[in-house]
């Protein structure tokens, strides 16, 4: 993808999670975050689950906000894999290919 070519997106072995700047604050100032694929795998692939994990180990402060404690995605955030929605998908449970671009985007209410 043009948009991603300076996050060098072309990388099959991994893909880029995009953290909205409301989040950026907990993964230290970074909005883009790189996560190793399964590379044992022709293409290489992770299930969105083992993304996050990996994305907790990168960034453990982010785990909170993005699932709660059973680990589900939590209602407020919404998880986009190359600009689709993963609910058209197949859920919780896509998997992510290398290369992909996945965005996290977190609702924000105010009062």
């Given at each position: ?44 692939r ?10 907790r ?11 709660d ?32 671009t ?10």
């Amino acid at each position: 993808m043009d948009m991603n070519s300076d996050l060098d997106s072309e990388d099959t072995n991994t893909a880029t999670v995009v953290v909205p700047s409301a989040l950026a604050g907990f993964a230290g100032g970074r909005s883009h975050i790189p996560v190793g694929m399964d590379t044992s795998l022709d293409p290489p692939r992770l299930p969105l689950p083992d993304v996050l994990d990996r994305l907790r180990v990168e960034v453990p402060s982010l785990e909170r906000r993005i699932r709660d404690e059973q680990g589900a995605i939590r209602g407020h955030v919404n998880i986009y894999i190359d600009g689709v929605d993963i609910r058209e998908l197949g859920g919780p449970e896509t998997v992510v290919v290398g290369g992909a671009t996945v965005e996290i985007i977190a609702s924000v209410s105010g009062g």
